[in-house]
């Protein structure tokens, strides 16, 4: 069997080593790794054996040894057994030790180990040692600083009342993250699996690495492909499931059934256990043995199995008839009105033959529940009813956060429509967009005219996240031809109002994205909700797009909640609320990864780079923008990657390079074709003007007619920037009294910046300076020195005034590029900015400015 590596435990494996460093060094330590059975404490003794330097000593609680005084001890001292002292020897060979010396038995071991120094002490499942070794070791790991002995101990995390060890720093250790247990599969699985094959085991072993070494060791070829049913529980043959059927046999019969009837039904509370228990002629009593040994846990009328994995195998140990008696039985206790659907689902596990006719009850009650809906359909003879209830179980396993499971139930279905939808849903925002437009479109043409208009603007949004506009006047144009019904009209209208904003035509855009909140705003629908505040943005509606994406966030659909808090984040950071904007983000990145939606989670990534860069931390941006492009992509320039480059482009600004902000800024989209992310170009227009020449025509007329102040505001300084009409003064007055009336001080102060004004300049050296943005207050405070200088040369930034003179000097272009480490292409772009704000045109006019 290969060798595992190691996953998701280097914090603790550096704490181990740095133990083991001190130790080595003469200050000695020990440590206490607690956790559930197989998260991976023994794997972390192995590393601290191989790891050590000297003499290692290993051993472990038995539970057939814990009545035997010093058993432990014995085998961790076998290999000095030609050193130890009268006292140690006696005490291990079966002597034992008085009450009084057990003291001097204790100090006697410790200074045995200083002797052998340096020593390390691996000790495994501490909550199994006899009492005698126990207290021994806890005795010396409390007293080994002075010395280069390291004690390292391992004992369960199962609510144990007793610490084995008092006093020892403890450290407990949960399960993997997703991603962690994503790359153990693969460590496990040579070629790997399918996506939905492993997030559908990642989901069954919740974190535990050994559960989910087990699962995928059990995987027949078929079930590997994705083309079997997947296990619903350990292997007989599982080491961790062998563990926990140690645990249970230990306890009495009464307490296994009573443990049965809670593993039956996760919704089963105590009234109800008590009412069971009652019907069976079982004393309740029982329930004490599995509440100590920390089984299961009950909190008022709460039922609880502390480790999710107990649970299963507690059920999947009973035989089969125990089970199906467990079943009849609560199906028989639980009220029939309140809890219709529990009453089936146990009807059905408990009946030796189930029928058509449980078949369609569970349909009928379990219209919300997937595994109602599943087991329903296992129950039908028809393909095509069988195959909708599978799609509708799908569903409600999306819309639920389990994407795998609702993808490994779409591999059951008969092709359809309805599938095609969800599907395409699910590789909108976990998969390669091509393949969700493909799906999708493949989806419209096979449903009703309402639900084709909401597969089509699916697909308008699987194009905006590729970047691939040109084709979306053409999926506008089919919605449109779609015979007339209210509830495609939102849909339809979200896509022509799409098309035309990102063709230029905005006022058509305005009245189709209008109608589109008006259409969303009184819906319950996420989706709709999501589109609607989607509109809100590109009618620069920040405050509409923050109260519908809110709403959506909190309709309880986990599959739309990242997406309705992408929306979120976008609105805060352009009302200003910066901090909430990235609390938004990261919050929505979290959710985004632990629904595998991958596309959702790199945007986030993109957006956090984006904050990253205002705050002028090069640092977290840079990190950020390689999380948001970690993935292959077929696309030039899909939307992580565009958020990506304006971060950086940002953070070229704040760092007073211009000609490489203007070069990633281009690369975002060419709007003569189409290509690329074009709303985000449009949005990072402001900061191109910036950077270099641009025309600002197409920004300037969507900024006015949105009537929004602060994009008003921008495209302003975008025309003062490109000195047009009545001059710069004249745009960046009215930039700054629109700027008044908005919220956004960070763009307020970058365009005072910009304004070269001396006063100006010092309220955003003093905005940037409270708000905490170091890179844009130094750049401030450059632009207030060059200023005050000389006032000739006062409308030149910093790093432009440092360039002028060494070119009055005499220098060339490709001398100052190699004497400031710039690009000679960044020097060039320099100069041409520097000739324009100092009206001049060459540079002997430069050179007798400066003498």
Same mark, same amino acid.
């Given at each position: 069997?290969?060798?595992?590596?190691?996953?998701?435990?280097?914090?603790?494996?550096?704490?181990?080593?740095?133990?083991?460093?001190?130790?080595?060094?003469?200050?000695?330590?020990?440590?206490?790794?607690?956790?559930?059975?197989g998260?991976?404490?023994?794997?972390?003794?192995?590393?601290?054996?191989?790891?050590?330097?000297?003499?290692?000593?290993r051993?472990?609680?038995?539970?057939?040894?814990?009545?035997?005084?010093?058993?432990?001890?014995?085998?961790l001292l076998?290999?000095l057994?030609?050193?130890?002292?009268?006292?140690?020897?006696?005490?291990?060979?079966?002597g034992?030790?008085?009450?009084?010396?057990?003291?001097?038995?204790?100090?006697?071991?410790?200074?045995?180990?200083?002797?052998?120094?340096?020593?390390?002490?691996?000790?495994?499942?501490?909550?199994?040692?006899?009492?005698?070794?126990?207290?021994?070791?806890?005795?010396?790991?409390?007293?080994?600083?002075?010395?280069?002995?390291?004690?390292?101990?391992?004992a369960?995390?199962?609510?144990?009342?007793?610490?084995?060890?008092?006093?020892?720093?403890?450290?407990?250790?949960?399960?993997? #993250?997703?991603?962690?247990?994503?790359?153990?599969?693969?460590?496990?699985v040579?070629?790997?699996?399918?996506?939905?094959?492993?997030?559908? !085991?990642?989901?069954?072993?919740?974190?535990?690495?050994?559960?989910?070494?087990?699962?995928?060791?059990?995987?027949?070829?078929?079930?590997?492909?994705?083309?079997?049913?997947?296990?619903?529980?350990?292997?007989?043959?599982?080491?961790?499931?062998?563990?926990?059927?140690?645990?249970?046999a230990?306890?009495?019969?009464?307490?296994?059934?009573?443990?049965?009837?809670?593993?039956?039904?996760?919704?089963?509370?105590?009234?109800?256990?008590?009412?069971?228990? +009652?019907?069976?002629?079982?004393?309740?009593?029982?329930?004490?043995?599995?509440?100590?040994?920390?089984?299961?846990?009950?909190?008022?009328?709460?039922?609880?199995?502390?480790?999710?994995?107990?649970?299963?195998?507690?059920?999947?140990?009973?035989?089969?008839?125990?089970?199906?008696?467990?079943?009849?039985?609560?199906?028989?206790?639980?009220?029939?009105?309140?809890?219709?659907?529990?009453?089936?689902?146990?009807?059905?596990?408990?009946?030796?033959?189930?029928?058509?006719?449980?078949?369609?009850?569970?349909?009928?009650?379990?219209?919300?529940s997937?595994?109602?809906?599943?087991?329903?359909?296992?129950?039908?003879?028809?393909?095509?009813?069988?195959?909708?209830?599978?799609?509708?179980?799908?569903?409600?396993?999306?819309?639920?956060?389990?994407? %795998? +499971?609702?993808?490994?139930?779409?591999?059951?279905t008969?092709?359809?429509?309805?599938?095609?939808?969800?599907?395409?849903?699910?590789?909108?925002?976990?998969?390669?967009?091509?393949?969700?437009?493909?799906?999708?479109?493949?989806?419209?043409?096979?449903?009703?005219?309402? !639900?084709?208009?909401?597969?089509?603007?699916?697909?308008?949004?699987?194009?905006?996240?590729?970047?691939?506009h040109?084709?979306?006047?053409?999926?506008?144009r089919?919605?449109?031809?779609?015979?007339?019904?209210?509830?495609?009209?939102?849909?339809?209208?979200?896509?022509?109002?799409?098309?035309?904003?990102?063709?230029?035509?905005?006022?058509?855009?305005?009245?189709?994205?209008?109608?589109?909140?008006?259409?969303?705003?009184?819906?319950?629908?996420?989706?709709e909700?999501?589109?609607?505040?989607?509109?809100?943005?590109?009618?620069?509606?920040?405050?509409?797009?923050?109260?519908?994406?809110?709403?959506?966030a909190?309709?309880?659909?986990?599959?739309?909640?990242?997406?309705?808090?992408?929306?979120?984040?976008?609105?805060?950071?352009?009302?200003?609320?910066?901090d909430?904007?990235?609390?938004?983000?990261?919050?929505?990145?979290?959710?985004?990864?632990?629904?595998?939606?991958?596309?959702?989670?790199?945007?986030?990534?993109?957006?956090?780079?984006?904050?990253?860069?205002?705050?002028?931390?090069?640092?977290?941006?840079?990190?950020?923008?390689?999380?948001?492009?970690?993935?292959?992509?077929?696309?030039?320039?899909?939307?992580? %990657?565009?958020?990506?480059?304006w971060?950086?482009?940002?953070?070229?600004?704040a760092?007073?390079?211009p #000609?490489d902000?203007?070069?990633r800024?281009?690369?975002?989209?060419?709007?003569?074709?189409?290509?690329?992310?074009?709303?985000?170009?449009?949005?990072?227009?402001?900061?191109?003007?910036?950077?270099?020449?641009?025309?600002?025509?197409?920004f300037?007329?969507?900024?006015?007619?949105?009537?929004?102040?602060?994009?008003?505001?921008?495209?302003?300084?975008? +025309?003062? !920037?490109?000195?047009?009409?009545?001059?710069?003064?004249t745009?960046?007055?009215?930039a700054?009294?629109?700027?008044?009336?908005t919220?956004?001080?960070?763009?307020?102060?970058?365009?005072?910046m !910009?304004?070269?004004?001396?006063?100006?300049?010092?309220?955003?050296l003093?905005?940037?300076?409270?708000?905490?943005?170091?890179?844009?207050a130094?750049?401030?405070?450059?632009?207030l +020195?060059?200023?005050?200088?000389?006032?000739?040369?006062?409308?030149?930034?910093?790093?432009?005034?440092?360039?002028?003179?060494?070119?009055?000097?005499? #220098?060339?272009?490709?001398?100052?590029?190699?004497?400031?480490?710039?690009?000679?292409?960044?020097?060039d772009?320099?100069?041409r900015?520097?000739?324009?704000?100092?009206?001049?045109?060459?540079?002997?006019?430069?050179?007798?400015?400066?003498?």
């Amino acid at each position: 069997m290969q060798k595992v590596p190691i996953r998701g435990r280097a914090a603790d494996q550096r704490v181990l080593d740095a133990l083991l460093r001190r130790a080595a060094g003469g200050r000695g330590g020990a440590l206490l790794i607690r956790g559930e059975p197989g998260t991976g404490k023994s794997t972390l003794l192995r590393h601290v054996a191989g790891a050590a330097t000297g003499t290692v000593l290993r051993t472990a609680g038995l539970a057939d040894e814990a009545a035997l005084p010093y058993a432990a001890l014995h085998r961790l001292l076998q290999p000095l057994s030609d050193r130890p002292p009268d006292l140690v020897e006696r005490a291990i060979s079966g002597g034992g030790c008085p009450p009084e010396d057990r003291v001097r038995l204790s100090m006697a071991v410790l200074d045995l180990l200083a002797s052998s120094a340096p020593v390390v002490c691996c000790v495994d499942d501490a909550h199994l040692l006899d009492p005698a070794s126990a207290d021994t070791l806890g005795f010396v790991a409390r007293r080994v600083g002075p010395h280069r002995v390291a004690v390292v101990f391992t004992a369960g995390g199962d609510g144990a009342a007793d610490d084995p060890v008092p006093g020892v720093p403890c450290r407990w250790i949960s399960g993997l #993250a997703q991603p962690d247990s994503r790359a153990l599969l693969g460590d496990v699985v040579p070629g790997g699996l399918p996506t939905d094959v492993a997030g559908a !085991l990642v989901d069954l072993a919740r974190g535990n690495p050994q559960a989910l070494v087990d699962l995928a060791r059990s995987l027949t070829p078929a079930q590997c492909r994705g083309e079997a049913p997947l296990p619903r529980g350990l292997p007989l043959d599982s080491p961790l499931r062998r563990a926990y059927r140690a645990q249970l046999a230990l306890l009495p019969a009464d307490t296994r059934w009573l443990l049965l009837l809670a593993a039956a039904d996760d919704h089963l509370d105590a009234t109800e256990l008590v009412r069971a228990a +009652r019907a069976s002629g079982t004393d309740l009593t029982a329930l004490a043995a599995a509440e100590l040994c920390g089984v299961l846990r009950v909190h008022g009328d709460r039922l609880t199995f502390p480790r999710p994995l107990a649970r299963t195998v507690t059920y999947d140990e009973a035989p089969m008839g125990q089970r199906q008696a467990a079943h009849r039985l609560l199906a028989a206790t639980l009220d029939p009105v309140r809890h219709r659907l529990r009453v089936a689902l146990h009807r059905v596990a408990g009946a030796t033959e189930p029928t058509a006719a449980d078949a369609d009850d569970l349909a009928a009650c379990g219209s919300g529940s997937v595994e109602a809906l599943e087991r329903s359909a296992d129950l039908t003879t028809d393909p095509a009813l069988a195959s909708a209830r599978l799609v509708a179980a799908a569903r409600h396993a999306w819309t639920a956060g389990q994407p %795998h +499971r609702a993808r490994m139930l779409l591999r059951r279905t008969a092709q359809g429509g309805a599938a095609d939808l969800l599907a395409g849903e699910i590789e909108l925002r976990s998969g390669p967009p091509a393949s969700a437009l493909r799906t999708l479109l493949t989806a419209a043409d096979r449903l009703p005219p309402a !639900l084709a208009a909401r597969a089509l603007a699916f697909a308008g949004d699987a194009l905006c996240y590729a970047g691939n506009h040109a084709r979306l006047p053409g999926l506008a144009r089919r919605a449109a031809a779609l015979p007339a019904e209210l509830p495609a009209e939102l849909p339809v209208r979200y896509l022509a109002g799409m098309a035309a904003m990102l063709r230029g035509r905005h006022r058509d855009a305005v009245t189709d994205l209008r109608r589109v909140v008006e259409l969303g705003s009184p819906s319950n629908d996420p989706t709709e909700l999501i589109w609607a505040a989607t509109a809100c943005l590109l009618l620069a509606d920040d405050a509409g797009a923050d109260h519908l994406a809110g709403r959506a966030a909190e309709a309880g659909d986990v599959s739309a909640r990242p997406r309705a808090l992408e929306i979120r984040a976008y609105a805060e950071y352009w009302l200003g609320r910066l901090d909430a904007a990235q609390t938004t983000a990261l919050d929505g990145m979290r959710e985004a990864e632990a629904a595998a939606q991958d596309n959702v989670a790199d945007t986030f990534a993109g957006l956090l780079a984006m904050m990253a860069a205002r705050r002028g931390d090069g640092a977290a941006c840079r990190r950020y923008a390689a999380l948001a492009t970690r993935r292959p992509s077929a696309d030039l320039m899909n939307r992580p %990657h565009a958020l990506s480059e304006w971060a950086l482009a940002l953070l070229d600004l704040a760092a007073d390079r211009p #000609a490489d902000a203007a070069a990633r800024i281009t690369t975002i989209a060419d709007p003569r074709t189409g290509r690329g992310q074009l709303v985000v170009y449009m949005m990072a227009t402001p900061d191109l003007a910036e950077a270099a020449p641009v025309d600002v025509g197409a920004f300037t007329e969507w900024a006015e007619g949105t009537g929004d102040p602060l994009r008003r505001a921008l495209a302003a300084r975008c +025309r003062a !920037l490109a000195h047009r009409g009545d001059g710069p003064e004249t745009h960046f007055r009215e930039a700054l009294r629109l700027h008044r009336a908005t919220g956004n001080d960070f763009e307020r102060a970058r365009t005072e910046m !910009l304004s070269r004004g001396r006063t100006q300049v010092r309220s955003a050296l003093a905005t940037f300076e409270r708000l905490g943005l170091d890179a844009w207050a130094a750049r401030a405070r450059d632009a207030l +020195r060059a200023a005050d200088e000389d006032p000739t040369t006062g409308t030149l930034t910093a790093q432009q005034l440092q360039i002028a003179r060494m070119v009055a000097a005499g #220098a060339t272009n490709r001398e100052v590029a190699a004497q400031l480490y710039l690009s000679t292409r960044t020097v060039d772009h320099h100069m041409r900015n520097i000739f324009v704000r100092l009206g001049i045109r060459s540079r002997i006019e430069l050179a007798k400015l400066f003498s």
